[in-house]
Nanobody, 128 residues
Framework: EVQLAESGGGSVPDGGSLTLSCTAS????????IGWFRQAPGKEREGVSC????????YYEDSVKGRFAISSDNAKNTLYLQMNNLNPLDTAVYYC?????????????????????WGQGTQVTVSS
């Protein structure tokens, strides 16, 4: 059974930092597109950052460029998201996801519709 488990969320002040982790079981993250997504109240889920497995390229949503960093540890089968200089607009539930279905479009990694495996989410709250 494929399971993705996020951790590391919490409440921080404006300008604070957090590191999210996503540990996988039943699937090898290094074999697939993997990414972080977030959903704020009343808003659609959006891509934050992802790794396209075909070439290892990393993508970032414009508002997090220069502040967030995505990485993976293959030995631990874990995906990370280092988040620095957080602001209240970053407040959301953060999800990790893996695109394991061969029928999904593997050329893009920033579209949540191209992911089939999701974690339960972890809350990030940034106070002003």
């Amino acid at each position: 059974e494929v399971q993705l488990a996020e951790s590391g969320g919490g409440s921080v002040p404006d300008g604070g930092s957090l590191t999210l982790s996503c540990t996988a079981s039943g699937v090898t993250l290094d074999d697939y597109n993997i990414g972080w997504f977030r959903q704020a109240p009343g808003k659609e889920r959006e891509g934050v950052s992802c790794i396209r497995r075909s070439d290892g390229r990393k993508y970032y949503e414009d508002s997090v460029k220069g502040r967030f960093a995505i990485s993976s540890d293959n030995a631990k089968n874990t995906l990370y998201l280092q988040m620095n200089n957080l602001n209240p607009l970053d407040t959301a539930v953060y999800y990790c996801a893996a695109s394991t279905d061969s029928g999904l479009d593997q050329s893009v990694c920033w579209d949540p519709d191209e992911y089939d495996r999701w974690g339960q989410g972890t809350q990030v709250t940034v106070s002003s």
